[in-house]
């Protein structure tokens, strides 16, 4: 499987925020690490994984590669999958749905999504600034202000106050 060179790239600087061992974790439990889009980076050992669960891999996938899901610990999973040229695209396989084009500003590309990330957290600005905010959590990118009396959550943006 050739992956897209801004995956690549990306994988080679972070190699995932699934913890792959965490699969007996309490469900309730906040899982830090929402990297893209509220979504966990999958590691590359995993891209493989995620993927040949969809039955007829050919006919499901596509030349698309899963790259992030909502959850690691729940599947069947629901995520995001790149194509060769780098657009992003939902999928779920609870649902049998393929994958599908995004198109909100912010979202349409991997490396779109990486420039607005980097916009958001050095000046809070850009397509994902407003409505969640990125904050860190376990030492980990979360998307917060997080529910109830977990563990401190600190806004990278100073403005924002922190939880506890």
């Not at 690490?33 to 590359?44: D, E, I, K, W």
């Not at 493989?48 to 790259?67: D, L, N, Q, Y």
């Not at 695209?89 to 912010?106: H, I, M, N, R, V």
Request: proline fraction near 12%; include cysteine.
């Amino acid at each position: 499987m050739n992956l897209p060179a801004e995956l690549a790239m990306l994988l080679s600087a972070c190699d995932g925020t699934v913890d792959t061992s965490a699969l007996d974790r309490d469900p309730d439990e906040y899982d830090p690490g929402l990297f893209v889009a509220q979504h966990h980076l999958l590691p590359l050992t995993e891209i493989g994984a995620v993927r040949s669960t969809a039955g007829s891999t050919k006919e499901f996938w596509g030349a698309w590669i899963p790259v992030a899901v909502a959850d690691y610990a729940l599947a069947p999973w629901s995520g995001l999958a790149i194509d060769p040229d780098g657009r992003l695209a939902e999928f779920s396989l609870a649902d049998g749905e393929p994958p599908s084009p995004l198109a909100a500003p912010g979202y349409r590309t991997l490396t779109e999504f990486i420039e607005a990330l980097a916009e958001v957290l050095t000046q809070d600005t850009g397509p994902l600034a407003g409505g969640v905010i990125p904050g860190l959590h376990r030492g980990a990118l979360v998307w917060g202000p997080l529910p109830g009396d977990g563990a401190p959550w600190m806004p990278v943006q100073p403005q924002v106050g922190p939880t506890a």
